[in-house]
């Protein structure tokens, strides 16, 4: 202390005032501005949070004060930490996490406590994206009684949900996680559900996740909360049963009942006091989905008997006047079967097993389900074409009621037909998690019907010839006209099929996508893989589609631009194209390509190229540079001045230099050294009428002291023009700018009085084999 000196009369003040808060609060928000600023330090989190808006009303910033909250009690520096705007909610977003995972005690800082404060409740209103992990003992607090409040706060603020690392869980906690789930998505706001590194997945919980995630459940018992059953849900059934009596009326259906009624008195309970355990067992939107379902039964079973519709595997032959009425009996049966057990689940005398029946009997239902009854909403002619998709193979969709029977679906268990719809995601991820057949049927039955989609991350999956499900689900989901899937990205280790190939299939099936992304490491060791079934690349005809950014990356494929180029032809809006790892089978195919674009895409405004070996092709990398419409342009790792003359570099500059239209120029990883990037600063001389923002000389085997001749020759050129440039950002990352830390700072500081730098403390001892090479 006597090194600190003697605390002032203000602190100690202000100090005294912190303590006693409870009673001093209303004057503590309308104290002058001057003496605000300094008390705000010496509160808990608790009050620094009502503190907002006093401060505001003071013009007053709390954002350096979260900030030092962060670094005292994180003690990390948190990631693309200059992109945070708010460090008020990243704390406390961050505070929630930690909290609920066990892994910060409040009683560590005298500012994370009060007696008021309750760190899941005040914090959670703050939460828009939270990760659950492990054994999902995160979903099992939020769920509890004592945390109601916490999970409401949440259904009103959280928008991305995770789950990563999960772990096998035993059936209280999938209880929790259907109850979580079914708050945050079916009446919340989640909008995108992300999975991450499940290498063993247990399938019932990721068919659970999938299924909730695209808004199926069925209703009833299963989603009750506490004991009762859900309120939002029973809202929801009152105003769906008057919307059912409203349509019953309309319809004159009312003699229709009354002939079946005589059938539908063996499903309905024996006795009066019966009748009474089951309506006090369920709540009003149980009990108007299974009339709904029954509805729908029925007129499914008419529509059979009045062969309507063609059979999907049959061609269009009408299903005999004798099959029909053995199928009407067989979905009357079904329909009571249904509605008995329904009833029997929401009784009083429920054994405690039940719900776990329940959640096993859903999930593998909507594993075995079959497609085509989801597909045969639209279109007659949709599982036909669903099959020209899909391979014959034990991974393939079903087709037919008949084949979902040899799959053994069991009649009486409640399907994704009957399953009750809430609301759904629009962005689902999966990031190694593998997908079997299972799994990947069950995938495409939601997908093809999964309208509110917007955005799929399908990545290290491990599909192999699984993919052909997914196609068959896009092609049954384009055919909704409400759709809004745009963005798909595909990425696996090996490709069941070639890149092109697999991209021309994907905008067949689906050509309202505006980005598409797909991705692999390496070729597929078996040689002629196809689609079983499927016809070839050259024969699919692509429809006009309205892709906007397309990127593949080749396992090391040769690029042919004749395969391309119907992709090209087809994609008229096509703003953005990304080429990685591909092979150049000839000399000519960088010329055909830039023709190709040239022709067929004049809207493009970013081109990159990553290993792609350009080394020899030094007259397209200039034609590139010179094109006046493209705004960015990337070589990364493209070998460019491996077998290259002074005056390939001078003519590049030069280039540059008279192209106002580029913005900005990514050279990564093509071993410019000091010399070559002391030369590109002549990009910005006097003479020039370059409008480049952005240079990206990230992996150039830089040094520091050239860095600094950059630096001020860069300045010079400034000086020159008065200071009118519009040179921005420089982006330095995996330099050798520790080998002289004292002149890789001045470089640095000089550079960032002129634009943003953005750099790494990489350690350049790891490319001593890359400094050789450019001595």
């Not at 079914?182 to 706001?189: A, D, Q, V």
């Not at 009997?361 to 009854?373: L, Y």
């Not at 057949?437 to 069950?442: A, I, L, S």
């Not at 001078?650 to 002391?678: D, W």
Request: proline share 4%.
């Amino acid at each position: 202390m006597a090194a600190e000196g003697p605390r002032s009369l203000f602190a100690l003040s202000a100090a005294a005032v912190s303590r006693s808060m409870a009673a001093l609060e209303r004057d503590v928000w309308a104290l002058p501005g001057h003496l605000l600023r300094g008390l705000l330090p010496l509160l808990t989190v608790f009050h620094l949070e009502r503190a907002e808006g006093a401060a505001q009303r003071a013009g007053l910033s709390t954002q350096p004060i979260w900030r030092k909250l962060w670094d005292d009690v994180m003690k990390t520096r948190p990631p693309n930490s200059e992109n945070i705007t708010c460090w008020r909610k990243k704390f406390l977003e961050t505070f929630f996490s930690n909290v609920l995972h066990g892994v910060l005690d409040v009683s560590s800082d005298w500012r994370l406590h009060h007696h008021h404060f309750s760190p899941l409740l005040h914090s959670s209103p703050h939460v828009s994206q939270l990760t659950l992990c492990n054994m999902l003992q995160g979903a099992v607090e939020l769920t509890a009684e004592h945390n109601q409040k916490v999970l409401e706060n949440l259904a009103g603020s959280l928008r991305i949900l995770k789950f990563q690392h999960l772990l096998a869980s035993d059936q209280s906690v999938r209880r929790s996680l259907v109850l979580l789930l079914h708050r945050l998505i079916h009446h919340g706001s989640v909008s995108q559900v992300s999975m991450y590194s499940w290498p063993v997945p247990d399938t019932v919980v990721l068919i659970l996740i999938l299924s909730m995630s695209a808004g199926f459940w069925r209703s009833g018992n299963a989603l009750m909360y506490h004991s009762s059953p859900c309120g939002l849900c029973r809202e929801e059934g009152k105003a769906q049963s008057q919307e059912l009596a409203q349509e019953r009326a309309e319809r004159g259906c009312y003699d229709e009942r009354e002939q079946s009624s005589d059938e539908n008195q063996k499903g309905c309970p024996s006795t009066p006091e019966e009748a009474d355990m089951e309506v006090e067992g369920c709540g009003d939107g149980a009990l108007s989905r299974v009339s709904s379902l029954h509805n729908q039964a029925c007129e499914e079973a008419r529509s059979k008997v009045s062969c309507d519709r063609t059979s999907i595997e049959g061609g269009s032959c009408c299903i005999s006047d004798q099959l029909s009425c053995q199928h009407v009996q067989k979905t009357r049966r079904r329909l009571k079967s249904a509605m008995g057990k329904k009833r029997r689940c929401l009784r009083r005398s429920r054994g405690p097993h039940a719900d776990s029946e329940d959640l096993y009997d859903f999930v593998f239902t909507v594993a075995k389900e079959d497609n085509s009854g989801l597909l045969n909403k639209n279109s007659t002619t949709e599982g036909e074409n669903a099959e020209n998709w899909t391979s014959s193979s034990s991974g393939s969709l079903c087709n037919s009621h008949a084949g979902c029977k040899k799959r053994g679906v069991s009649a009486g268990i409640f399907s994704l037909k009957a399953a009750h719809r809430f609301r759904s995601v629009s962005t689902l991820e999966l990031f190694s998690i593998p997908l079997t057949g299972e799994t990947c049927r069950t995938l495409s039955n939601l997908l093809s019907s999964w309208v509110s989609l917007e955005n799929l991350v399908l990545s290290y999956n491990g599909l192999g010839a699984n993919i052909s499900c997914v196609l068959s689900a896009l092609r049954a989901l384009s055919r909704h006209s409400d759709c809004h899937l745009r963005v798909l990205r595909i990425s696996d280790i090996f490709s069941h099929m070639p890149c092109m190939e697999l991209v021309r299939c994907i905008l067949s099936a689906f050509p309202q996508l505006h980005t598409l992304s797909v991705s692999f490491d390496l070729k597929n060791q078996l040689e002629g893989n196809r689609l079983e079934g499927n016809p070839t690349c050259s024969e699919i005809e692509i429809p006009e589609s309205c892709l906007e950014q397309l990127e593949i990356r080749f396992p090391r494929e040769p690029l042919h631009t004749s395969f391309l180029l119907p992709v090209l032809k087809a994609s008229k809006s096509l703003r953005q194209l990304s080429l990685d790892s591909a092979t150049l089978p000839s000399s000519q195919e960088p010329g055909l390509l830039l023709e190709a674009l040239r022709e067929c895409n004049p809207n493009l405004k970013k081109l990159s190229f990553h290993d792609v070996n350009l080394a020899e092709h030094q007259k397209e990398v200039l034609l590139l540079l010179q094109d006046p419409v493209l705004q960015e342009i990337t070589f990364s790792f493209c070998r460019l001045f491996e077998s290259s003359t002074t005056e390939f570099l001078s003519e590049i500059i030069n280039t540059v230099k008279r192209n106002s239209a580029l913005k900005s120029l990514k050279l990564p990883g093509n071993r410019l050294g000091n010399h070559r990037l002391v030369a590109l600063a002549d990009i910005f001389s006097e003479d020039s009428s370059s409008s480049l923002c952005q240079l990206d000389v990230s992996s150039n085997c830089i040094k520091p002291d050239g860095l600094l001749e950059f630096t001020k020759k860069l300045e010079g050129y400034i000086q020159q023009r008065g200071g009118q440039i519009q040179f921005t950002h420089l982006r330095l990352f995996q330099n050798w700018l520790d080998q002289d830390a004292e002149t890789a700072q001045e470089a640095l500081r000089r550079l960032r009085a002129l634009c943003s730098v953005v750099n790494d403390s990489w350690d350049s001892s790891q490319a001593f084999a890359d400094y050789i090479s450019v001595m």
